[in-house]
């Protein structure tokens, strides 16, 4: 009985993460979409090249996969629409480095306007990181759902 209890337990936390265990994505899949990088910038006056459009700190993927955050930030096409935190995975960057990367529409900005599910942005730590070819490339898109 101990051990029914054991694996149903097991059962029911993969059941609650099983989308953060899976590099593979399930949700609405958006294909041949363009991701660029981009990058906090310090060394302005204005607080708005390092605060994402609700005014709050950019997270960078280095950051995420030195465990300082929980998420990415990524910006899409405001004209979209899409509410601010919506969960986003990308299969292509959780295969290159072999595990999920939790994604969060949270930003914006004018060069994405009109591009609808065509482009999105990812957020770097530095300059040089956004040279990076893992970040600039063709990639797949899921918004996740949440339970």
């Known amino acids: ?14 059941g609650l993460y099983d989308n953060d265990f899976d590099i593979d994505c399930k949700g609405k899949t958006f294909e041949n979409v363009t991701m660029t ?12 090249g390092f605060l994402d459009k609700k005014g ?8 995420y996969l ?18 601010y935190g919506s969960d986003v995975c990308i299969p292509e960057i959780n295969k290159h480095y ?26 770097v730590r530095s300059e040089m990181d956004s040279y990076d070819v893992s970040v600039n490339r063709k990639v797949t898109v899921v918004f996740v759902q949440n339970k």
């Open 1 to 14: 009985m101990k051990y029914f209890i054991f694996f149903f337990c097991v059962w029911q936390i993969y």
């Open 37 to 48: 990088a981009y990058y906090p910038d310090y060394s302005g006056d204005s607080e708005s």
């Open 56 to 63: 709050r700190k950019l997270r960078t993927l280095q950051d």
């Open 66 to 83: 030195d465990d300082r955050t929980g998420y990415v930030t990524l910006a899409m096409d405001d004209d979209l629409g899409l509410p």
């Open 98 to 123: 072999g595990h999920r990367v939790r994604f969060q529409i949270r930003d914006s900005s004018l060069d994405l306007k009109g591009s609808g599910y065509e482009r999105v942005d990812i957020c």
